[in-house]
């Protein structure tokens, strides 16, 4: 949804807010607007440099850590295994809908919830030439949880055992019911992996090897390219094209930008500034090339320190609710590159309830007010926030200022915003301990279901209501949170097995979180693909993994 209405505040006002934060942005905007005009002839050529016919040229900032599976817990990882290995089950293109892949069905589920019997496909090799089948399920979801790796907690925290009960057969038990487990097999880390190339083992990864079923194999991989060939001996049906050479450019936007609108590369993905989006959409909107726009599922949100004067009085967390303007942050800061959110469930999922917006709207300055009042805050008594930032993030460093200039306006002096930023690293560390009042942050989510946007952040396993939580997901999101009825509820969502039941729950945890506010959820990302105009198929999933294989020219 967009808002291209501002609330409760006309541009003429909106340009007094901004006045002087707005000089330096333009300046910066400015620099980015010659460097860009630097590099914006078009060249004579009409169609994009390959080294091969129809292999596709991608370019990315993106670089992998490992590809190892079992201990890949970042996109640009995440995304080669997504295309060159298989998990049991996966996403319908471009939707959050599960279907399966190495499994031939939805899994069998006990009446307690905690056995999964899944059947398997027959005739799938693997691109060693292995076989496979239950044991080779089985031996892959073991390693991943047994070695250690970074998204090892995934699947470790819910599996009591994964066991081969037939040749093409799985059995797992869940230490307690989980709803949410299907979702859990499509991350793609979980997918099948060849006995004959990894050895289970506490730390036993081979981050420049990856060896699955998928529709492509790993031909190489350098520090600034990954190389894609298509697998001869792949069950279903073959990519429509030859292979894939992935350039990499590591952490530089600016080369990306230019190596695609110089036809250097096919396609961008991942990831361009704002300003670069801005213009290769209008090099779009002139058929210059193509952009595939997706909504994507990560949140943008701020953490209120519940633990911290004067985020402890609820009054203080409403009022903020309230004063947040989503519409003015899209357009003056994110350029319409966003979607304004309202709950911390994006507007992906078919759970997704606005409750924000219908107790506070945007940019609610009466209702702030009052609050503020109410809870004892005054012009010569205000409420002083301070809200952090890493440093590294220019966009929210804009957020922040932007949320300074607007109560300074509108709130005459009943509240502060204070920004304050430190390097990212810092940043993560500290937000745990309770050093910041509030803090402006991201969550890129780890399996695609409600629960991975309710759960990581309402959930404690230890605290009470004096306390907060001292330990547990909410401690870990720096709220510090705690609930014993919300506790209740996401063990009740993760236990149903009725999707009406758990939509249910969902809208009550949806309330609760817009009437006691330890988080503000802000906007969800829309996700951008730029193709050159002589190809087809690129598509944008929500889970942020790119298929490979749907693109030709």
């Not at 005009?37 to 850590?65: E, F, H, Y």
């Not at 609760?512 to 193709?531: G, R, S």
């Amino acid at each position: 949804m967009r808002y291209d209405r501002i609330q409760n505040m006309s541009h003429n006002r909106l340009f007094r807010i901004l006045l002087q934060f707005s000089k330096y942005i333009s300046l910066f905007l400015l620099c980015i607007t010659l460097a860009i005009a630097c590099n914006s002839n078009q060249p004579q050529s009409t169609n994009p440099t390959t080294v091969d016919n129809n292999r596709i040229s991608i370019g990315t900032t993106l670089k992998p850590r490992t590809l190892d599976p079992a201990d890949s817990y970042e996109l640009s990882g995440l995304n080669i295994i997504y295309n060159v290995g298989e998990s049991l089950y996966t996403y319908k293109l471009g939707t959050t809908e599960i279907e399966p892949l190495l499994a031939t069905a939805m899994p069998t589920i006990s009446e307690d919830g905690k056995t999964y019997t899944i059947p398997l496909r027959q005739g799938v090799t693997f691109q060693d030439d292995a076989p496979f089948n239950a044991e080779a399920m089985a031996f892959s979801l073991n390693r991943f949880i047994s070695n250690g790796g970074k998204p090892a907690f995934l699947l470790s925290d819910v599996i009591d055992k994964v066991t081969a009960t037939g040749e093409y057969e799985l059995t797992i038990t869940l230490k307690q019911p989980f709803a949410a487990f299907p979702a859990l097999l499509a991350f793609p880390g979980a997918c099948a992996v060849s006995p004959q190339a990894y050895e289970i083992g506490s730390g036993k990864f081979n981050p420049n090897t990856l060896i699955g079923t998928g529709k492509y194999k790993l031909k190489e991989f350098s520090s600034d390219s990954i190389s894609l060939d298509i697998n001869e001996n792949y069950w279903g049906d073959q990519p429509s094209n030859e292979g894939i050479n992935l350039q990499i450019y590591a952490g530089n936007s600016a080369n990306l930008f230019n190596s695609f609108r110089t036809r250097e590369i096919d396609v961008a993905y991942q990831s361009l500034d704002p300003n670069q989006i801005t213009n290769l959409l209008a090099g779009a909107e002139k058929q210059q090339w193509q952009a595939i726009e997706g909504s994507g599922t990560v949140v943008n949100y701020l953490v209120l320190n519940l633990n911290q004067e004067p985020l402890n009085k609820p009054e203080v967390r409403q009022a903020i609710a309230a004063i947040i303007d989503r519409g003015l942050i899209n357009q003056r800061v994110l350029q319409g590159q966003a979607e304004p959110l309202y709950s911390l469930v994006p507007t992906t999922f078919d759970v997704y309830q606005p409750t924000l917006q219908t107790l506070y709207g945007d940019a609610n300055t009466t209702k702030a007010k009052e609050l503020l009042i109410q809870a004892g805050y005054s012009a010569s008594n205000p409420a002083i926030i301070e809200i952090w930032h890493p440093s590294g993030s220019i966009t929210r460093g804009i957020v922040a200022e932007t949320l300074k200039a607007l109560v300074e306006q509108e709130l005459d002096g009943l509240m502060q915003f204070v920004p304050s930023n430190v390097e990212s690293a810092s940043f993560f560390s500290n937000l745990s301990k309770g050093v910041y009042p509030a803090a402006l942050v991201d969550w890129y989510p780890d399996f695609l279901d409600a629960d991975n946007y309710i759960q990581p952040f309402l959930s404690c396993s230890q605290g009470s209501q004096a306390t907060g939580c001292q330990a547990g997901a909410a401690e870990s999101r720096g709220s510090f949170y705690y609930s014993d009825r919300v506790n209740q509820l996401i063990n009740q969502q993760r236990q149903a097995t009725d999707p009406e039941i758990r939509k249910e729950i969902f809208a009550q945890l949806q309330k609760t979180l817009a009437e006691d506010v330890p988080y503000i959820p802000l906007w969800q990302t829309k996700d951008y693909a730029f193709a050159q105009n002589n190809l087809n198929g690129v598509v944008i999933n929500p889970s942020q993994n790119f298929p490979f294989w749907t693109i030709n020219q």
